[in-house]
């Protein structure tokens, strides 16, 4: 089946720094790449996507870029914030037919103020 | 937005009974819904696909017969853990699917926290 290796599992930066979290994914076939942001005790949230047909996507401080061929993808955040502090995962799809996500480990960002 | 609820958001039972976990969609129609098992500094993990008017799809090492997932609606899963253990404590988080085809997006309810005691 697919797995997404996720990688640091712990990154701390400077206030104002950018920070990138990068994964890997092992299914070709997979077609959709989402990352969720998860504060201590609640839900994870969508911040940002990428579909395969495109090699990045920005939104504000926050970038996502996909490298089909390596299977992999990667979260860019600059300018960081202290409320960017939290733990993010990627995820890929398993099986485009029912759009199963398979979850990255998590990467626990700390900004330092 | 999309929003997806989940009812209760924690709770505290005895070893041996079983508790129900309501997921709802509360502004838009969700064929598809997923439950998930978080224990503590890990990652999510996918129990099961739930689809409205067809049995739920387990994943590989997922007793089917202790996590029972009713897809009742377009808009409610519940999830009810069966003769709980303390080893089934963990976050139980739902997501709802939003959109069809390759046009698609996951939200997640805000988790029940179940610790068995």
């Known amino acids: 089946g697919e797995n997404v290796e996720q990688h640091p599992s712990t990154l701390s930066v400077q206030e104002g720094d950018s920070a990138v979290i990068k994964c890997t994914y092992s299914?070709?076939?997979?077609?959709?790449f989402p990352w969720y942001k998860q504060e201590l005790g609640k839900r994870p949230q969508l911040i940002i996507d990428?579909?395969?047909?495109?090699g990045e996507k920005k939104d504000q401080r926050i970038a996502v870029t996909l490298n089909k061929t390596a299977k992999h993808f990667s979260l860019h955040i600059t300018e960081t914030q202290p409320e960017d502090s939290a733990v993010y995962f990627c995820a890929a799809t398993l099986d485009p037919g029912n759009e199963k996500l398979t979850f990255g480990t998590g990467t626990r960002l700390t900004i330092i103020p | 937005g999309a929003v997806v609820s989940q009812h209760p958001s924690w709770v505290i039972c005895k070893s041996g009974t079983s508790v129900k976990i309501e997921c709802r969609s509360l502004d838009f129609q969700a064929t598809t819904m997923f439950w998930y098992r978080q224990f503590p500094k890990q990652s999510l993990m996918l129990m099961a696909t739930?689809?409205?008017?067809?049995?739920?799809?387990?994943e590989q090492g997922v007793e089917k017969d202790k996590f029972l997932i009713n897809h009742a609606s377009l808009t409610l899963s519940t999830l009810t853990v069966t003769s709980a253990h303390p080893e089934d404590s963990s976050f139980y988080i739902c997501?709802?699917?939003?959109?069809?085809?390759?046009?698609?997006?996951?939200?997640f309810g805000p988790g029940t926290r179940l610790t068995v005691t």
């Open positions: 997501s709802a699917r939003r959109g069809a085809g390759s046009s698609y997006e996951q939200y």
């Open positions: 739930s689809n409205e008017g067809s049995k739920a799809t387990y």
């Open positions: 299914d070709s076939a997979s077609n959709y």
């Open positions: 990428i579909r395969s047909n495109v």
